[in-house]
């Protein structure tokens, strides 16, 4: 199971059609076995989706192929080219929200595959990794090194720690192989990746829950 969240914003005279837009979406979400979530903010809606990583992907075509003549027919806002944009504009935040995973999951597999080296994936998943602890976090405790951000983190949740453990020998492995040009040994990185693949969606879920 993944998930991922995105905003979906709309100007005012656009809200009615959001509303539907997202009603349509979420059933389409069910017919592929995601659940799609959504709450309604200042400006728009906060959404979550949840489900096998492929569903998501495939997901995106009856985005296009039904939500574009659903919105054609929608009777407002009566300009028609800005019903078109407000699809546009949530299926681009659909996909962008999606990238973020899927970039980790191709990792994964070129990593497994051997198209990408040790070094390579520990500059990736850190980099990743950063992110989702930053995002975790109030903006003026997000200033910290890797470790402070962790630790913070770890402060306001319940991330396990064996979670944590596995995310400090990321950051250590990174710091050697980038700093210091030390080679990082393969084995290794098999050795933690279930761990490490449970702390980040652990954090991807914290993320979502915190925002609903």
């Not at 306001?156 to 700093?179: F, G, W, Y």
Request: charged share 25%; net charge positive.
């Amino acid at each position: 199971m993944a998930g991922f969240d995105f905003t979906f914003r709309c100007k005012q005279d656009c809200i009615l059609l959001g509303r539907n837009l997202l009603r349509r979406a979420q059933r389409l979400a069910k017919n592929f076995d995601l659940e799609l979530k959504y709450k309604s903010t200042s400006n728009g809606w906060y959404v979550t989706v949840d489900g096998p990583l492929p569903s998501m992907q495939v997901l995106i075509q009856p985005l296009v192929v039904q939500l574009f003549p659903f919105a054609e027919g929608f009777p407002d806002p009566k300009n028609i080219h800005r019903r078109k944009r407000t699809v546009k504009r949530f299926i681009n935040e659909y996909i962008k929200g999606l990238k973020g995973i899927t970039e980790f999951e191709q990792s994964l597999i070129l990593f497994h595959n051997g198209w990408l080296s040790a070094s390579q994936f520990v500059e990736e998943a850190h980099t990743m990794t950063e992110a989702l602890l930053k995002a975790c976090l109030p903006k003026n405790k997000r200033r910290g090194s890797f470790a402070e951000l962790l630790k913070e983190v770890a402060n306001i949740t319940a991330l396990d720690p064996s979670c944590q453990n596995v995310l400090i020998r990321l950051k250590e492995r990174r710091k050697m192989a980038k700093h210091h040009g030390q080679r990082v040994k393969r084995e290794d990185i098999v050795s933690d990746i279930n761990e490490l693949i449970s702390a980040l969606h652990y954090l991807f879920g914290y993320l979502r829950k915190s925002r609903i």
